[in-house]
Structures are given as C-alpha cells and as structure tokens.
C-alpha cells in the first residue's frame, strides 16, 4: 500500500524522530521521502501504527495519508463520560 505523507508529518519527523528545529522546505520534503520509503511496504488496517524503522514512535494515518508522527509513549486517554 502506498501512503501519501502530509508536510505537517514531514514536519514532525524532523521535530520529533530527528530533533531538528530549524529546517528549510527541502529539509521537509527530504523527510516526506525518507517516510515513503520506510513506509513502502506497510499494509496496516489501523490508523495508529510503529514507524518501522524508528519503533519509538507511531504514525497517524487517515484516509491513507499519513497524518502525523507521535512519540510512542504519548496516547491520549478517553475518560468516560458515566452515562453511556
């Protein structure tokens, strides 16, 4: 399956997996790539998935895009409202 990766996830992967804060356009797209290729073999039904290659961290996909990039250890927890 073939993911397209948003900038904003570019983005991320750079803050995130490779801890640069300063960064050009190219910079981003370079990114954009390196996730493609490590992602070009992936088929996953979930939208919450490791990032092969870095397993510390997961990728958000929705509607086949890859959304963002998340630490692994940052779910979020759903409280219950009770009355349900």
């Known amino acids: 399956m073939m993911f397209k990766v948003s900038y904003h996830a570019g983005e991320r992967f750079l803050q995130r997996v490779l801890g640069v ?3 050009t356009k190219k910079d981003v797209i370079e ?3 390196v996730i493609k290729a490590d ?3 992936v088929v996953s039904p979930k ?4 990032l092969p290659s870095f397993s510390k961290f997961n990728v958000i996909v ?3 895009v890859v959304v963002t990039i998340v630490p ?7 409280r219950s409202l009770g009355f349900i």
């Open 21 to 23: 804060y300063e960064y």
């Open 31 to 33: 990114a954009i790539n």
């Open 39 to 41: 992602l070009f073999n």
């Open 47 to 50: 939208q919450r998935f490791i």
């Open 62 to 64: 929705k509607d086949n």
């Open 72 to 78: 692994k250890s940052s779910r979020r927890k759903v």
